[in-house]
């Protein structure tokens, strides 16, 4: 196989190491450098509505309710939720304190929703210790708390970041109790969000899948800024044509390398070798990362197909021998 088969395209460093300077209980830890600007697909957006302007609007915003800590962190899950949180890095930064501070608060839904976003922020906080007081002698969970609903929709959420923790064990099942029992005397909007909640819960589903879950939610409450909405509306569109995009860049190079010519055998599925690195590099941050991730698992599609249904045993042990010498001379 020719040694360009895949891009040779420099891509600068999508990595860095949040948190140089560090604050209190703040792990090490790497993330997608923020993007500042959608790319060239922002000019297929309405003309009625400016990104940049957007953005703008709700960072205006997040000042402006610096002071509220329920309402910072509110806009912070709202904004992680949305799936727009990379677009203000500083602006979650500034507000990990907020959340700390309310870390061992009385109020349940105070208490777990701070929890959740400093321990994804890669704070290191006990959920024994946060969640203690919430709690009876035997460490189960009071009833005093089952008619929580935000609350309790908060702490599955946290159940959902155990790492062995007995206390989020409990918590998973004590408000998938509470929460089932519920649905049928909330109001429709809300119980359709428990349900699905409880159906694909936030931390083991697509994110771009729960984002519009949760905008659906947020546009049936009057009391939702709608600038936030705007925005993540217009970033679903930059996502979809940016994800068309890689689409069909894949699709040049695989009809390009003539492998499903050669070998008629094998599977052409570019759609769903693509899914893979679409659900685990998500955002613009990681288009490349996608693209080349994708070429890779065709390649390693084809290597199964050949071993599956093609090539005979000794055909087979002379391709094993080829790979183990990784000399290109090998293919002729």
Known sequence: MAAHVFSSAAEPSLLRLAG??????????????PVTSPGRESQALSDDFDFQEGLKSVKTMLHQNHKDKREVMTNIDHLKRLCID???????DEAMNTCLDLVHSDDLLDATLSFRLVREA???VSA????RKFTDVNGDYTLDHSKDTKGLLSLQDISNLNMGEESLYKAKEFSRKHLTSAIEHLDPNLARYVRKSLDHPYHVSLMQYKARHH?????????TDTKMQELALAEFQLNK??????????KRWWMGLGLAQE???????ILKWYMFPLTILEGQAFSRYRIETTKI???VSIVDDIFDVIATQEELSRFTEAIKMWDLAAAD
Request: net charge negative.
């Open 241 to 250: 044509l940016l994800n068309q995009r890689e689409i069909q860049e894949i």
């Open 297 to 299: 698992i065709s390649l």
């Open 20 to 33: 140089e300077g560090g604050s209190r209980l703040r792990g090490q830890f790497f993330r997608p450098c």
């Open 263 to 269: 070998i008629p055998a094998t599977r052409d599925q």
């Open 86 to 92: 990379h677009y203000f890095h500083d602006e979650i």
């Open 215 to 223: 905008l659906s939610y947020m546009q049936s409450l009057s009391s």
């Open 122 to 124: 890669g704070y290191d």
């Open 128 to 131: 024994d210790e946060v969640l």
